[in-house]
């Protein structure tokens, strides 16, 4: 089975501090990504990354940065949280095959609270 | 356009109705439909998916109706049962672009014993 974790299930943070979301998956899979759910919007892409070290903008990148050293890993970045980045963040991964579209797994979902 | 248009936002049904959920796009390269079911507390899972090469995808209970000249496609639950309350994200994406799917804004779905 697939499987995608992410390091927090919960995390509380002040406005203004530097915040790191973690997420691993264990299926060699090449591609990842970021996305934020919030009620009544659905999923919206942060990033993502399609190889180590490789990123690309999603729809909302504002405000955020990612990191991807390993394949196994990638890592979002809240430079300075703020109140309206008080979301559930969720991590994907899919494998990449040329012309085909493959499922994304996703981890549980980590909530964060900015105060 | 990118977006994926779902509805309803909310659905309620008594056990053994059959639940729909409608998606429409504006974007004719999309090729890729999956259907992903989400718990509370759980991430988004894969429940279903179809192509545009055939009208009707069924896997037990679910089934995907496809109308590819109307832009729509929508997830029919057939006796639904209390265990498939959950929330519902229709999706879209196309072969040579990025893998990125473009998610609808989710149907909560309940479905009261």
């Known amino acids: 089975d697939v499987k995608v974790t992410q390091s927090s299930r919960y995390l509380v943070k002040r406005t203004g501090e530097k915040v790191f979301l973690e997420c691993v998956q264990d299926?060699?899979?090449?591609?990842m990504f970021w996305y934020r759910q919030d009620p009544g919007l659905g999923l919206r892409l942060i990033y993502f990354?399609?190889?180590?070290?490789?990123?690309e903008k999603g729809d909302i990148p504002e405000g955020y940065s990612v990191s991807r050293e390993k394949k196994e890993r990638f890592s979002l970045i809240l430079e300075s949280a703020s109140t309206n980045q008080t979301s559930m963040y969720l991590c994907?991964?899919?494998?990449?095959?040329?012309?085909?579209?493959?499922?994304?797994?996703f981890g549980p979902g980590t909530r964060l609270l900015v105060l | 356009q990118q977006q994926v248009k779902q509805s309803p936002q909310s659905l309620i049904v008594q056990k053994g109705g059959i639940p729909i959920i409608n998606c429409a796009y504006e974007?004719?390269?999309?090729?890729?439909f999956p259907w992903y079911q989400q718990f509370p507390g759980k991430g988004p899972a894969l429940l279903i998916a179809i192509r545009p090469d055939v009208s009707e995808k069924k896997e037990g209970r679910f089934t995907i109706s496809f109308n590819k000249s109307a832009k729509q496609f929508s997830l029919h639950i057939m006796d639904s049962q209390p265990g498939d309350s959950a929330t519902y994200f229709c999706a879209a994406s196309y072969q040579g672009g990025s893998e990125k799917l473009v998610f609808g804004k989710g149907t909560k779905l309940t479905v009261n014993p």
């Open positions: 990354s399609y190889d180590v070290k490789m990123k």
């Open positions: 994907a991964s899919s494998k990449r095959l040329a012309g085909l579209q493959e499922t994304q797994y």
């Open positions: 974007n004719t390269a999309f090729d890729y």
């Open positions: 299926m060699d899979h090449e591609n």
